[in-house]
């Protein structure tokens, strides 16, 4: 069975930075993709960031320049830096995880941005 753990959430000021951990229960070379999401109250649960399996990433045009996803297929992990938080981004963050057809969620991990 697939499991996504996520780590690395918490509170943090606006101009603060965090950093995300997604760890695989499996190899994580045998997804297409993996990614990041997040999701604040009423709100549908949106894409921050992507990398497929060849590295090509693509990221939210909210975030672009100041987060960056990375993965080591090594150690199961997927990353995402966070640098220069605003408020803006305070939500519940989501790993992802692609082997079509199916697709894998964490449980999430919550981070708070303060203004």
């Known amino acids: 069975q697939v499991q996504l753990v996520e780590s690395g959430g918490g509170l943090v000021q606006a101009g603060g930075s965090l950093r995300l951990s997604c760890t695989a229960s499996?190899?994580?070379?045998?997804?297409?993709?993996m990614g990041w999401y997040r999701q604040t109250p009423g709100k549908q649960r949106e894409l921050v960031a992507r990398?497929?399996?060849?590295?090509?990433?693509n990221y939210a045009d909210s975030v672009t320049g100041r987060f960056t996803i990375s993965r080591d297929n090594d150690k199961n992990t997927m990353w995402l830096q966070m640098s220069s938080l605003k408020a803006e981004d305070t939500a519940v963050y989501y790993c992802?995880?692609?082997?079509?057809?199916?697709?894998?969620w964490g449980q999430g991990t919550q981070v708070t941005v303060s203004s």
């Open positions: 990398i497929v399996n060849g590295g090509d990433t």
């Open positions: 992802n995880a692609n082997r079509s057809p199916t697709t894998y």
């Open positions: 499996v190899s994580i070379f045998r997804f297409n993709a």
